[in-house]
């Protein structure tokens, strides 16, 4: 299935022609009105360490219907996952979520750091601050997003307070 997913990429980026890169949705028609199922705002990655293959990237989702994100690509690494981070005993810890990632009906959920967030391994070319990442994102109602998260060493808004992270 992913070397398929792999090939729908380029469409899926292609089809992407909202120049707001910040933001992206999938909509379907609902007796005649179109409506956002799921909405996507706020994508970033994080650069890459020197030497290191991987790194993690944030959004924010929305779904009007309820809907799970199902998988993550990209061309830009070898592996694409959503982290559920815990911590125990005083130690944090990162899982995969291999069920995906539940978007409840009108709930708001931040990938965000400190926080779960999508993994990217095997980072193909380092990342830095400026390069754009581009991301395909499937959801359990068949929907999918392509979108370019901007390389940022800090959040958005954080700009002000670079220790925050």
Request: net charge negative.
């Amino acid at each position: 299935m992913r070397p398929l997913a792999l090939l729908a990429l380029p469409l899926l980026l292609a089809a992407c022609q909202s120049e707001n890169r910040t933001a992206a949705s999938s909509e379907t028609t609902v007796d005649g009105q179109t409506v956002a199922e799921v909405q996507v705002t706020d994508p970033w990655c994080r650069p890459t360490p020197n030497g290191m293959t991987m790194t993690a990237c944030y959004v924010t989702l929305a779904s009007s219907t309820g809907d799970r994100l199902s998988s993550i690509i990209s061309p830009r690494a070898a592996q694409s996952m959503v982290h559920a981070v815990s911590t125990e005993g005083g130690v944090m810890s990162m899982s995969e979520m291999p069920d995906g990632l539940a978007l409840p009906t009108g709930q708001t959920v931040s990938l965000a750091p400190g926080g779960d967030h999508i993994m990217l391994t095997g980072v193909t070319v380092p990342l830095a601050e400026g390069d754009l990442v581009p991301l395909a994102l499937t959801f359990e109602s068949g929907a999918q997003i392509a979108l370019e998260a901007p390389v940022r060493a800090s959040a958005p808004g954080d700009d002000a307070n670079p220790a925050r992270h």
